[in-house]
């Protein structure tokens, strides 16, 4: 029994690290820095999904990881594709309960965001992403990662309100943030 507490403690510890690296992405505005700070989280992430014994969720978080990682550099279609599949296999070879279909919902749905061209865009859909990762969390009982996607979701808001509601409202401010980068 001392095992399994100092696992949820070392899990949770870990998560906590993860929900640091998330919080501090969605309050930067450039793309690539947003998806520079999710890739440190999600790998973060799945190591503690690992340490608490959920395989499906650390690798479809280890992907997370690698996907982050790479459209930060890309938004080629293409490479969006082979991480789909990448998710699916992972995900196929790996599942063992139902609740892993909400893990792949969230999987497939920030995997579209992180492959978008703005940064407005990878905001919108990492939102619905977060909602279903914050669900999962809740159903597996990994209290700090449900704590840690929920924070991410009001981030992510305080974020999108900062760049695109509050800086719209205010025109007399710097204009290229209220302008939908390009490129």
Same mark, same amino acid.
């Given at each position: ?29 450039? $793309? ?7 890739? =440190? #989280? ?13 395989? &499906? ?8 990881? #690698? ?17 789909? =599949? ?19 919902? =969230? ?10 061209? &703005?940064?407005? $865009? ?32 009001? #981030? ?13 409202? =205010? ?13």
């Amino acid at each position: 029994m001392p095992d399994l507490v100092n696992s949820f403690l070392l899990s949770q510890a870990i998560a906590a690290v993860a929900f640091g690296c998330g919080v501090v992405s969605f309050q930067l505005r450039d $793309r690539r820095t947003i998806l520079l700070w999710l890739s =440190a #989280s999600s790998f973060t992430n799945a190591c503690h999904f690992f340490v608490l014994g959920k395989a &499906t969720p650390g690798i479809l978080f280890l992907i997370i990881g #690698s996907r982050s990682f790479t459209a930060a550099f890309s938004v080629s279609r293409k490479v969006m594709c082979l991480f789909f =599949a990448i998710i699916l296999g992972g995900f196929y070879f790996s599942y063992s309960n139902p609740i892993g279909f909400l893990g792949l919902f =969230a999987t497939l749905t920030s995997t579209y965001a992180s492959f978008q061209k &703005t940064d407005r $865009r990878v905001r919108l859909f990492m939102m619905l992403a977060n909602i279903s990762w914050t669900i999962h969390n809740l159903v597996v009982w990994t209290p700090v990662a449900a704590a840690m996607e929920a924070t991410f979701l009001v #981030s992510n808001l305080l974020g999108y309100w900062r760049f695109y509601v509050r800086d719209r409202a =205010a025109p007399g401010q710097d204009p290229g943030l209220t302008k939908e980068p390009t490129g």
